[in-house]
């Protein structure tokens, strides 16, 4: 794991994201008259240090993808601010610099790249039109990018459908490159991949992120990618945050119920291991109609009439598992009952129900 996010740790964060909401309209009846709003992200807290990689987790439903597109403008923020490098997301807007500095990588590459065109074309077209180097030095920075993601040359001729899956993500990354922007949102990048391809992603973002300074935000549902990949985890289920701190603390000591059950819900590659559970099995609640108190109370086995009330504080729980006092940052928990030895232990995580909101 990247110890980056301890390098910079004085430096200006990448990404600062205070109480963000994207809230969307509710359209009923024949007239598609709005009769309400979802809150797809409601008060989402968190930041991407400089140089480090930061990952959103958590189900379909839970926000991330919204979250991330918030990041790069392409979601309505309804309250909050978000800060590139200090500056307010608005302002970047307003002066158009907002896509020099911030970047978006899809899970189908096909979104960002040009059917009609060669992977070469497209990348020389945002070279040039983002005047990155003087323009006859368009096509050199195309074959340096393709080489800086692991692509040959001989690929900058083919059609994105002429690559497999794997190369298409790297084409993919590689044209976000060209910008070169400060700060990357990667959604869902690795979850169409085979493992081994996965893997080589992950690495190639990691080399990236140390060697040309690059910040991202890994959005994935997959606790057993993450685990490899980040420096620091936001945990969202319901549009807020449930749990947020560096990698390897989040890893080896939970301390929320629905990070304990994604965590659970990763297979483990020993067959003696015992079975792992079956994960949270519970429909995200309505962003139209959320319940009040916690978010995640329907599935939670932990579940109190405090719980069912009122929203549960975030609370400071930092530690230093790793025992290395290598100021990784702070480790948040939203739970009332975080503090009790079964939740700490994690004792309900094999029960967590099925639930319907
Ligand atoms: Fe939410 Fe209560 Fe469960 Fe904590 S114990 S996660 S506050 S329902």
Redesign the pocket.
Known sequence: MSTSTARDDRAEPAVTVEDLQVHFPVRTGVLRRVTGRARAVDGVSFTVPARSIVTVVGESGSGKTTTGRALVGLSPVAAGRVLIEGRPLADLRADRSLPRLVQIVHQDPYASLNPRMTIGQMIREVVQVHRTVPRERAADRAAELLAQVGLAPALADRHPHELSGGQRQRAAIARALAVEPRFIVCDEIVSALDVSVQGQIVNLLKDLCRDSGVSFLFISHDMSVVRHIADRVVVLYGGRVMESGPCAEVFAAPR???TQALLAAVPVPDPRAPLPAAGTRAEPPDPASPPPG?R??RA?P???DL?RTEP?PTTDVTTDVTGDDTGDGTHTVA????DEPA?RAGLGTNDVRTAQP
């Open positions: 929320h119920p629905y916690c995640f109370q939670c932990y579940a109190t719980c549960p739970c009332h009952h975080h939740v």
